[in-house]
């Protein structure tokens, strides 16, 4: 809304005072009122309002003017490309915000699979150690690892891959962030 606008309004409006008019003329006009209109605007709060509003938007757009005059306007094209781009970012996130909240389902169920495995099987694990070691040395705990024996091997196997899933999605996750 321009000053001039601002004023036109303002003395269209039904004045509450009848000095509204001058006192919104001479707000417009960036001169101080009269004599008669500077008394009556002593005593008058609508009068002094309405001259204290003038004069402040007369300020605000006086203001204006001179910083639009320092900044050139960018290009329409510029702002619509950066405008459509965002759009599409934030449709994106949309999108993708279901997939994002199941890869920490993902890491956080597997994590739990994994420790629940492991304690349901740590006594059978802790006997697989004691018979690993009373052979000696790595090469039969490697071959006993390798070599199917039951549910030791799927539970060591399905710890290893979740482990390896925690840590990419993990991985995964960080670098997102």
């Known amino acids: 809304m321009t000053m001039d606008s601002f004023s036109t309004a303002l003395s269209s409006a039904a004045p509450a005072c009848a000095h ?6 001479a707000a417009r006009a960036g001169t101080p009122p009269d004599t008669a209109v500077l008394t009556h605007m002593a005593g008058c709060a609508s009068c002094r309002e309405t001259y204290e509003t003038a004069a402040w938007m007369n300020r605000f757009a006086a203001e204006a003017a001179e910083e639009a005059a320092d900044r050139p306007l960018p290009d329409a094209a510029r702002i619509w490309w950066r405008a459509r781009l965002l759009q599409r ?3 994106e996130t949309r999108a993708t915000a279901p997939l994002d909240v199941m890869q920490r389902v993902e890491v956080i169920g597997s994590l739990i699979l994994a420790a629940i495995l492991l ?16 052979a000696g040395g790595w090469w039969p705990t490697l071959t006993g690892l390798l070599a199917p024996t039951g549910l030791t091997t799927v539970v060591l196997t399905a710890v290893l891959l979740l482990g390896l899933m925690a840590v990419f999605t993990v991985h ?4 997102e962030d």
Do not use: C, I, Y
Not at 119 to 134: H, I
Not at 172 to 175: A, D, I, N, V
């Open 20 to 25: 509204d008019v001058a006192v919104a003329q």
């Open 119 to 134: 304690v349901t099987m740590w006594p059978e694990l802790r006997d697989f150690q004691v018979e690993t070691s009373a």
């Open 89 to 91: 970012w934030e449709a």
């Open 172 to 175: 995964q996750l960080l670098q």
